[in-house]
């Protein structure tokens, strides 16, 4: 293991691996009795003992510095001093939110709203940690079986309390905007239809127009060709009849 790889090369005797699972006090006390095999003859740390510390605890190099500069006298001198690494009653940041301020806000939300700690936590405005942290003390809970149970009887109760009237009414709502919709895309139809009919009938005007103008310049450039042969024909004859 890595504890018994560490303590073989510095010499020492092997600290066994910690459980995988710590409390904070164990996981400390753990930590002491790690660095006080490793301390030299000049009460300090060996190299490298705060990360190794820190590897074998799966914690932060900052955490094993923390242990190591508050417990110091009880790991180096523990003849002199007790090692004591239980937290003082009333030490730590206080609650925000106490177990009976989250019990009430729980308490007065619909039971639909319980189903998962984000909605719940929507609701009250109580973080999800805090809801979390207090679920896994008892001080509340999800919504249970019955609770769910409840909320499907609470949903079907609404339903029943609707009343055909109403019901009548929706479906008048809904005849008659089906009925603006049908009469609506029948106008918009028949307005594109109207609109691609004029587009056709311009552009055929447009090629008949075209096709007029086309016939109209060749019969004209026919006639003056026929004027022109008829006047040389003309100017033949006058020429002849001078002689």
């Not at 510095?10 to 301390?39: A, H, M, W, Y």
């Not at 587009?199 to 447009?206: A, F, I, S, V, Y």
Request: hydrophobic fraction near 30%; charge should be positive; aromatic fraction near 4%.
């Amino acid at each position: 293991m890595a504890s018994v790889a560490v303590a073989a090369t510095v010499g020492r005797d092997p600290v066994p691996d910690p459980p995988k699972k710590l409390t904070q006090k164990e996981r400390r006390n753990q930590i002491c009795l790690f660095l006080s095999k490793r301390v030299t003859k000049d009460d300090k740390l060996e190299n490298g003992a705060l990360d190794d510390a820190a590897e074998i605890f799966n914690c932060k190099k900052r955490c094993v510095r923390g242990v190591w500069t508050k417990y110091k006298n009880a790991i180096v001198y523990p003849d002199k001093y007790k090692l004591d690494v239980s937290r003082k009653k009333g030490t730590g940041n206080k609650p925000k939110f106490t177990a009976a301020q989250v019990q009430a806000a729980v308490s007065g939300v619909p039971c639909r709203y319980r189903h998962s700690i984000r909605s719940l936590a929507a609701k009250v405005g109580i973080p999800k940690s805090t809801l979390h942290r207090h679920l896994k003390q008892g001080d509340s809970a999800r919504s249970t079986v019955r609770e769910e149970a409840a909320v499907e009887e609470e949903i079907q109760g609404q339903n029943a309390q609707t009343s055909d009237v109403q019901l009548s009414k929706l479906r008048e709502d809904l005849k008659e905007y089906y009925e603006k919709e049908k009469t609506r895309a029948v106008e918009e139809a028949k307005r594109e239809a109207q609109q691609e009919h004029n587009r056709h009938m311009e552009k055929l005007r447009g090629e008949l127009q075209q096709q007029f103008h086309n016939e109209r310049d060749k019969a004209l450039y026919q006639l003056r060709v026929e004027m022109h042969r008829h006047q040389l024909e003309l100017n033949r004859l006058k020429a002849e009849l001078e002689k």
